[in-house]
């Protein structure tokens, strides 16, 4: 994973080249944090092309596909959770939940199909062809519960899916007249694998320079994001 204090020094060493003076940690996490949900949210977007690439044939085999490399580096953020059924059919969602992979029911294993519109749900519920049943179970994905029906389900349901990035910190410990180094036990690096080093360092740039209006590093973080 790529180490926190690593970036916090280059993002240092950039602005101070760059004459725009100290960059605090406390301004260092919060863009850190930012810059991190960029390049995980970006991943996504790199396996929808890598997805159309392979269906076309055009994606590289073995350890050259790039479908492998994004779909490996999202492997991490992949896990599995109960939903405990709440009077029913609510369920809470993970608190970490991105986006949901799948969900099956626990003993019997059976796939549940998963809505997102509660319309669409409400037809699916009226429909004598198409109503939910304990062998095609469905569910509604609200913005806090998923609702699993039909009702008279009894196995708690397994949800797969991909969780967000914990947030990283740059933790310091002052020394004496405003020195101040790592305190390494405390701080948290990025949940990304090394070769995304670049990337951080150019979200972190960009935000930098349209903060500052700089144009310096504005374009030396598009550069570094855009050539990746």
């Known amino acids: 994973m790529v180490k926190v204090g690593v970036v916090y020094s280059i993002v240092r060493?950039?602005?101070?080249?760059?004459?725009?003076?100290?960059?605090?940690?406390?301004?260092?996490?919060?863009?850190?944090?930012?810059?991190?949900?960029?390049?995980?949210?970006?991943?996504?977007?790199?396996?929808?092309?890598?997805?159309?690439?392979?269906?076309?044939?055009s994606d590289a085999g073995r350890d050259k596909s790039a479908y492998k490399m994004v779909e490996e580096d999202l492997s991490y953020f992949?896990?599995?959770?109960?939903?405990?059924?709440?009077?029913?059919?609510?369920?809470?969602?993970?608190?970490?939940?991105?986006?949901?992979?799948?969900?099956?029911?626990?003993?019997?294993?059976?796939?549940?199909?998963?809505?997102?519109?509660?319309?669409?749900?409400?037809?699916?519920?009226?429909?004598n062809l198409s109503a939910p049943?304990?062998?095609f179970p469905v569910a509604l994905v609200?913005?806090?519960?998923?609702?699993?029906?039909?009702?008279e389900i009894g196995d708690d349901v397994v949800i797969t899916y991909y969780r967000y990035p914990v947030p990283p910190l740059y933790s310091v410990t002052q020394i004496s007249d405003g020195f101040a180094i790592e305190d390494i036990t405390n701080s948290i690096d990025f949940e990304l694998p090394d070769h995304y080093l670049t990337e951080l360092v150019g979200e972190i740039a960009r935000m930098i320079g349209v903060r500052l209006r700089d144009d310096?590093?504005?374009?030396?973080?598009?550069?570094?994001t855009t050539n990746r």
Do not use: W
């Open 133 to 135: 049943t304990e062998e």
């Open 142 to 151: 609200g913005s806090s519960t998923i609702d699993v029906f039909p009702e």
């Open 78 to 127: 992949i896990e599995t959770s109960l939903l405990t059924e709440i009077d029913g059919v609510l369920a809470g969602k993970p608190d970490n939940l991105s986006r949901i992979i799948s969900m099956h029911t626990e003993d019997a294993g059976v796939s549940v199909e998963i809505i997102y519109d509660a319309e669409k749900l409400r037809r699916v519920l009226n429909s």
């Open 216 to 224: 310096v590093l504005m374009q030396y973080g598009v550069a570094e």
């Open 13 to 57: 060493d950039l602005c101070n080249k760059d004459q725009k003076g100290f960059v605090t940690p406390s301004v260092f996490n919060t863009l850190a944090e930012a810059a991190q949900m960029n390049v995980y949210n970006e991943m996504f977007n790199e396996l929808k092309l890598a997805t159309r690439l392979r269906r076309s044939g």
